[in-house]
């Protein structure tokens, strides 16, 4: 059995397409999707400003085996989120990630000050 690790991926990306229909929804529903929304979680959250409506990014938490490393935690992310928005009828494009591996992750603790 392998070693498991855990992976916070963003994927970023491009409206593109987007029907009326689509951006009217996205721009009713911003203030939901807005810097207090910004989670990482295994089923994606979406986050977006609503002017101009441009750019977004979805933020996953990924459990893959640890030899496929950062790659196929990208891969799980980016197919979920393809998935996601095409289920909710978004178009977009020019996808493309950022992994943090959580546990190779070096932690640097401020030390104690001294009185």
Avoid at 12 to 39: I, N
Avoid at 98 to 109: F, P, R
Wanted: with cysteine.
């Amino acid at each position: 059995m392998s070693e498991q690790h855990t992976y916070r991926v963003i994927v970023r990306g491009v409206w593109d397409g987007l029907t009326e229909e689509a951006r009217a929804r996205l721009l009713a529903e911003a203030d939901r999707h807005g810097m207090t929304s910004m989670r990482f979680t295994p089923e994606g959250s979406l986050s977006y400003e609503p002017s101009p409506l441009k750019h977004f990014s979805m933020r996953y938490v990924v459990v893959c085996d640890a030899e496929d490393g950062e790659e196929m935690a990208a891969a799980i992310a980016e197919d979920q989120a393809e998935t996601a928005l095409r289920g909710l009828g978004y178009g977009f494009r020019d996808l493309r990630s950022t992994v943090t591996d959580l546990d190779t992750m070096k932690i640097n603790h401020k030390p104690a000050s001294r009185r």
